[in-house]
């Protein structure tokens, strides 16, 4: 009936650092609405700003009727792999439930310009966890436990959205999710998504390009910190 093809984008490139591309990146990281005739597009809802964490929309939107607040509305959702789902209208791309611009970690690498905000829908709360603490370290010996508690004391971490740094950022969730490539899967009838997450983190160190040419003409060699 509407003639409409519902994509998710990718993430720009480099992933973790976009200081020579300034701004909010177009229509990266959205979920894109065209005309499937012509190809025009017709809507564009982005789910990241700048990106610089690699959380491209890694599965297809799933098509669905959503009551929100008693209102039935046909709706366009979208896992991702911070693990926050958006649901937004099928004809305008305004959102179904409501999101927040809420402020996120600043101070990225030289040259980095951040988005201030994120966008956060307020339902439903985020599928996978993002904050780690040293007492939260996780090993099989006492040595691998006090490694993990020294490794996650050293970098950055903020929550989500914490920016990589050459100092070495903890991304949680990593770029493999949250949700991923497996989408969701939505019950009409109870009103129910069920949608496949993950608990896993990475830890990203940018390293500045004149200590990688050093790297590669002999003259220095390159630590990785923490």
């Known amino acids: 009936v509407r003639g409409l093809v519902f994509l998710p984008t990718t993430s720009p490139s480099p992933d973790y650092w976009g200081g020579l591309r300034k701004g909010d990146d177009g229509d990266a990281d959205s979920v894109v609405a065209l005309n499937i005739e012509t190809g025009q597009r017709v809507w564009a809802f982005k789910t990241v700003h700048h990106d610089v964490w690699d959380y491209d929309n890694p599965a297809q939107p799933t098509l669905a009727m959503v009551a929100w607040h008693g209102v039935m509305q046909p709706a366009v959702l979208q896992p991702t792999k911070q693990g926050l789902l958006f649901t937004v209208n099928r004809d305008t791309g305004k959102p179904v439930i409501p999101v927040e611009e809420r402020p996120v970690p600043q101070g990225g690498a030289p040259g980095e310009a951040l988005s201030p905000t994120q966008p956060f829908p307020i ?55 949250g949700s991923n490539w497996g989408g969701l899967a939505f019950d009409p009838t109870r009103q129910v998504a069920y949608v496949y997450t993950s608990s896993a983190m990475h830890l990203v160190t940018l390293i500045p390009a004149a200590k990688v040419k050093a790297a590669q003409a002999g003259e220095a060699d390159i630590e990785i910190s923490p």
Do not use: M
């Open 123 to 177: 339902a439903p709360r985020p599928l996978a966890p993002s904050a780690i603490k040293p007492e939260d370290a996780y090993g099989l010996t006492p040595w691998g436990r006090a490694e993990c508690r020294r490794k996650i004391v050293g970098a950055r971490h903020e929550g989500l959205y914490t920016p990589p740094s050459t100092q070495g950022t903890i991304e949680y969730p990593f770029s493999g999710g």
